[in-house]
């Protein structure tokens, strides 16, 4: 393999990458607040793309990705108001069945509104043949979009949750909810702002990412599945971890193709999946003490 | 208490089983497609296209004097549906044919039971084993791979195109293509280099169209009916791998055109001639019934025609055409489909026969191509 | 025992409406409506058996699909694949001296040999048991979310081998699938002429599934499944096998779906991959938990009437939005099942516009 190649390879597998991460997170964020995986996730990136598209439609690009973000946020706070919030201490069973059974409405929803066809946002700059050439190596422009919109993201993020007075209420409420109830916090509002920031950059995912992949009604559960892996492998609730698991998961796909047949490329998660879970559960990153893994 | 609760439950389902069913003085026609799960792209425009038909020979008085009642039912493309429903529709319904199912799987798993119902089935699904062995009651109207493959082949030899890769998705269609492709190369001296099927949910085929690259292929062939259609040609001008690339008659849908952009130009792909109708010389005796359904679709749903719906739109009219021909007799009726010859349909010039119960030739398809994000007849 | 007694009353009293409903039905000429109830009752038998392992030992299984499409498939491809070209070789020899083998003819007239689909069912059940051994003891080790997509994985893992290995027909699936001969003129075949029997044959073997889980429920094993589900640290502190009572439920379970697998695949007359799909598997978890957990009767009944209304094609294309909306509903509102009276009064507590207590 030339090193030409081997450079393609890593493209290809990075774009993948920080989507996957992204919906990690979007993952670790409810986790952290709540100790609810939403299954329901990878329907926030399909929304955002969804209905970015539809705005487009009238509206030039950058409000229609903010009106979707915003509509897609709107979405998680009512997921977690109407549905989440008022259950007292449910079980885990009855809440990824609760997740499960959301992220089933929202799909069917989306596929009565938008119909089974693929759609997608204009590329952001160039089209879809125009690509960079990086000594042999070629890149679509939007791939650095993709790569860079999602690493401003993650990087904001950590800073909002170190620096900001929300942001440290937020830690507080995952650290220890009744703790941070006796200080006055309304951990109630936090969980419901878990909820928004975790649909929005979803949603923002989304629709930095739909020029390359496209986004149908069905895109979700496949996200889900991939995004919850690397929550797993980089330790749940990390996201360092989730960013380094994201990169990994995506270049091992890229890479798989060039021993595995290309069918066998969305096993790969699975098998990553299930090794993590039955050898090493606390994941690459995370530690066995329950405290530093809630840490963000 | 739950025991009680039980009964009551039973006896209400009881009552609601024996409720009467209404007869009418209709020719019943069911119709198991998958509007809606995986194969919906196939399944909608089939629905629609049959929907609108039904409504359009009643408004007309119907055949003999009878309105056509249509009975869709979603299959979701799960066989074990379109099993029940097909059950459900030759015995309770007792319809007069069936038309779909739009997947090829769906389709195997109902043949027989539509041969032991004597039920006319016709199928809106590719496979060519739905009419090889020929089932006295099943018809189909698709063209058939082998044509479609052939096509492509001789184009290529015409490019003078010998080494090519070939990509596939994970569905039926994919699976069908794959084998006829295979088996055919040798016969115009052309070598596969490599073979992959790839996910029908795939997202991003970078990975693949490099290894391809690193082939040195020819040309691409892939053979798809999901819209990583589209995401094959715009990885390929993405990372530089400029070569022709020929795709298979499930291109047909101005959708995945639209969705491939500018890395759309320059596809080649055999199809019904539908899509191009306008370009047709007139001539062509195809033309006006094509520009009629492709109108009266278009005016209807407000979105573009695909060959898919074609199908269901052939399968309907060669039903009408048999009845009209021999009254309302089933038997007579599957005879009349039978020797049908020279019907004019959207999938080609139908001449069926006790051997072929598909009835379309390889001058079925037409080689077409993309020009400025239309479909356009390839020039020879 | 009085309460044993007590117990298996139900079960009576369901044969019994078993037949009034077949009687009922074919009076009133509607006897097609057997096909599906049919169909239902083959689903309901896994059914009752993730309802085990979820409602009483509390172990999600969002892979049970892949049990049954493993049952349905193995059988499926013994009794189609013509071994009739290896006929001569003596291991088949001496299997054929042995009865394993059925000659027939599919209705295009080619002969075919293949397993006698009794073995061939058989031969599926035990695979499965095995397989869930082998799945069971690392992913019972699991609790919670990481349970459930472990066996999530699990179940996606059967659909891509059925989707991507030509031998199970890929997209396609398998069809013509012979009649499965039990004893004597008991057969199981999607045959019209057969509806009664196999109406008759597939309930007979529901009733047996559900006396056998019964029974289980009462017994000791009953008590240290339900120990678990309340404490699994404090069951294992009393001396309870928890970790073998949960893998035994979990492969109890696997059998039953299996078994439904095989006897639905007869039926049908063929298999496609949509029965190992992600979204069945959640449909299964959905029904059991719209029954109520912890009760046979509930998901017996949900399992029949939701599966019969879906393969009649009533929910049109809402089928999935249906189930959606349906498990969303019992869930917030009742996550004990609906079939109880603690719901209904709540739900008229909503009407009257009695707020819920926030948490």
Known sequence: MSLELLLQYIVAGLTYGIIYAIVAIGFNIIYNTTGIINFAQGEFVMLGGMIAVSFNAFLPLPLAIL??????????????????????????????II??????????????????????????????????????????????????????????????FRYTMVGRKMRATSDNRNAALLCGISTGNMVTLSFVLSAGIGAV????????????????????????????????????????????????????????????????????????????PSGLFGKSDVMALKEF | MRVFRVILLSILVLAFLVSPALAGDTIKVGAILAVTGPASFLGSPEAKTLQMLAEEVNAKGGIHGKKIELIIKDSGANPEKAISFAKQLIEEEKVFAIIGPS???ETMKIKNIAEKGRTIL?????????????????????????????????????????????????????????????KIAPEYGIKILISEVYDKKATDLTALVTKLKAKNVEAVV?????????????????????????????????????AAGAAAEGIIFPAGRLLVADVLPDSNPQKKVLLKYKNDYESRYKEAVSTFGGHAYDAFMILVRAIKEAGLDKEKVRDAIENMKGFVGTGGIFNFSPTDHNGLDMDSFAMLTVKNGKFTLLEE | MRRNVAGYLPVGLLAILVFILQVVLKTSGKEYFLTQITMSVYYSILIVGLCILMGYAGQISLGHAGFFAMGGYITAVLTTFNLLPYADLPVM??????????????????????????????FAVLFTIVAAYLIGIPVLKLKGHYLAMATLGFGIIIYRVVLGTPLFGE????????????????????????????????????????????????????????????????????????????????????VYAAVAGVFLTHYNGGIGPSEASVMKSVRYVAIVAIGGMANIWGALVMGLGLNFLSLRGYFGSYDDAVFGGILIVIMLFAPEGPLRREFFSRIMGLVRGEKEARG
């Open chain 2, 122 to 182: 016709l199928s809106c699904a590719a496979a060519e084993v739905i009419v090889n062995p020929v089932a006295k009651y099943v018809f189909k109207t698709p063209q058939k791979d082998s044509f479609a493959v052939r096509k492509i082949y001789e184009q290529m030899k015409k490019m003078g195109i010998k080494k090519i890769g070939v990509v596939v998705g994970n569905t039926g269609f994919g699976k069908a293509g794959k084998k006829q492709l295979e």
């Open chain 3, 171 to 254: 997209a396609d699936g398998i069809s013509d699938v012979p009649p499965f001969g039990i004893i004597g003129p008991l057969r199981v075949s999607g045959d019209m002429s057969e509806r009664v029997m196999n109406y008759y044959i597939a309930w007979g073997l529901l009733l047996i599934g559900v006396l056998f889980l019964i029974n289980l429920v009462n017994s000791r094993v009953g008590r240290a499944l339900r120990a678990i589900h309340g404490a699994e640290d404090a069951a294992n502190a009393m001396g309870v096998d928890t970790s073998g009572y949960k893998l035994r439920t979990f492969i109890l379970s696997a």
């Open chain 2, 103 to 105: 997947t090829s799987g």
């Open chain 3, 93 to 122: 020899k001496i299997m054929d001296m042995l009865g394993m083998f059925s000659r027939w003819q599919d209705l295009y007239g080619t002969d075919i040999m293949s397993v006698r689909p009794i073995y061939a069912g058989i």
């Open chain 1, 205 to 280: 995912a989304g629709c930095v990412v739909s020029p390359i992949t496209y986004t149908q009604y069905n895109i979700g559960t496949g996200l889900a599945i991939k995004g919850f892996t690397v929550a797993i492998l980089g330790g749940l609730g990390s996201s360092v971890g989730a960013v380094v698991g994201g990169l990994i998961l995506g270049i091992l796909e890229s890479f798989s193709i060039w021993v595995l047949p290309a069918a066998y490329k969305d096993a790969i998660a699975i098998a990553i999946l299930l090794l993590i879970l039955f050898l090493k």
């Open chain 1, 67 to 96: 009106g979707a973000v915003i509509i897609t946020m709107i979405t998680g706070a009512l997921m977690d108001i109407i549905f989440i919030r008022w259950l007292r201490s449910p079980s885990v069973l009855r809440m990824i």
């Open chain 2, 222 to 258: 892939n053979w798809s009916i999901v819209p990583a259609q589209s995401i094959v040609a715009k990885n390929m001008k993405q990372i530089g791998l400029n070569v022709p690339l020929f795709q298979s008659h499930g291109f047909g849908n101005i959708k995945y055109v639209k």
């Open chain 1, 99 to 160: 997740t499960i059974g959301l992220s089933i409405l929202i799909r069917e929803v989306a596929l009565h509104i938008w119909g089974e066809s693929v759609r997608a946002l204009p590329y952001f700059t160039g089209n879809e043949i125009t690509s960079l050439s990086f000594g042999g190596v070629r890149v679509s422009p939007q791939v650095l979009w993709t790569v860079g919109v999602c690493s401003v993201m993650v990087a904001g993020l950590s800073l909002f």
